[in-house]
């Protein structure tokens, strides 16, 4: 047996990850920048999956709704997921979900970066364990709200679509975000009024990138006031885009998030009265610079008249 000389014969690769072993600050700073690349690339697979898969054999239509969140979109897909050949890719319709990098608390920044191969990885091989289970899928009805500022890149990706473009009046909407995860009751009025100038910031910049995705994209484009009046006819004006939906009865009783099952009614009423009268005002003062913005959906500046809903423009 040879003796053992102290010497390595061995490859440069293999040098080199012996050198970090040396205790000196300048190997020990490349071993944290090694460790910090592999957990790096660890934290991108797990937040960016790429599951192998079979693309659906029915080749799917996807129907994209494109809306800020609270303004009647679960209660479209809702109805329109009654149809026989319709799917959702996650139970609330929302695919971002699915996909642990797309659901992060950045997912409103237009420039955050998205992983489209790994969307697509994952949302297709979730459609082709459905159509296992379920048999042929006709139409993917896909609503997470941050579609909104990234649509043109998810159309694109995604290019067998139909899109339709949805709002609700911003008194109501304000209300039912405020109710439904804040405690406004318990709150200073200084806290109070910051909250809601928030939400109104936030129906403006989403009513913004909704009317230009609506301009771009040619989407069917209504309002939840126009849908909750007449539910059958705006279903048919979706059925002439997407057939899939013609024996749709739109007078069924549905589950909208944790209210009682009940047939589409308009519940800006309910939400509005929730407001204080200073609530409105402090919503109404930051709207109006808007007023276009608002014109263009058909609503009003006016806190007194928000019950109101013209054409939109």
């Known amino acids: 047996m040879a003796k053992y000389s102290g010497r390595l014969n061995t490859s440069e690769s293999k040098k080199q990850d012996l050198l970090l072993l040396e205790p000196n600050?300048?190997?020990l700073r490349r071993m944290v920048g090694r460790l910090r690349r592999v957990n790096r690339d660890a934290i991108f697979h797990h937040e960016w999956p790429r599951p192998e898969y079979d693309r659906p054999l029915s080749d799917p239509l996807f129907l994209f709704i494109l809306t800020p969140p609270y303004s009647g979109s679960t209660a479209l897909a809702q109805v329109l997921?009654?149809?026989?050949?319709?799917?959702?890719?996650?139970?609330?319709?929302?695919?971002?979900?699915?996909?642990?990098?797309m659901c992060q608390r950045?997912?409103?920044?237009?420039?955050?970066?998205?992983?489209?191969e790994s969307v697509k990885s994952v949302w297709w091989s979730r459609l082709s364990l459905i159509e296992k289970l379920?048999?042929?899928?006709?139409?993917?009805?896909?609503?997470?709200?941050?579609?909104?500022?990234?649509a043109e890149a998810l159309l694109q990706n995604f290019p067998r679509h139909q899109v339709i473009?949805?709002?609700?009046?911003?008194?109501?909407?304000?209300?039912?975000?405020?109710?439904?995860?804040?405690?406004p009751e318990k709150m200073t009025p200084k806290e109070r009024k910051w909250l809601l100038e928030r939400l109104a910031f936030f129906w403006v910049y989403r009513s913004q990138w909704l009317k230009k995705q609506i301009e771009q994209t040619q989407a069917?484009?209504?309002?939840?006031?126009q849908f909750c009046e007449q539910p059958a006819e705006w279903v048919s004006k979706i059925a002439d885009r997407v057939p899939e939906f013609q024996q749709i009865d739109a007078s069924h009783e549905i589950k909208v998030k944790d209210y009682?099952?009940?047939?589409?009614?308009?519940?800006?009423?309910r939400q509005i009265e929730k407001l204080l009268d200073s609530d409105k005002e402090i919503i109404a003062e930051f709207l109006r610079?808007?007023?276009?913005?608002?014109?263009?959906?058909?609503?009003r500046c006016d806190w007194e008249s928000a019950l109101d809903h013209d054409e939109p423009v």
């Open 165 to 183: 473009a949805l709002n609700r009046n911003p008194y109501a909407n304000c209300s039912s975000v405020m109710y439904r995860h804040f405690f």
């Open 289 to 299: 610079p808007h007023e276009d913005l608002l014109n263009y959906y058909g609503y």
């Open 81 to 101: 997921n009654t149809s026989p050949g319709a799917v959702f890719l996650q139970e609330r319709g929302e695919g971002q979900w699915l996909v642990p990098g």
């Open 106 to 116: 950045d997912r409103w920044m237009p420039e955050k970066y998205i992983d489209w």
């Open 25 to 27: 600050p300048k190997n």
């Open 134 to 150: 379920t048999g042929p899928i006709n139409v993917v009805i896909e609503k997470s709200p941050a579609n909104l500022v990234r």
């Open 220 to 225: 069917l484009a209504f309002s939840y006031e």
């Open 260 to 269: 009682p099952i009940q047939k589409i009614s308009n519940q800006n009423g």
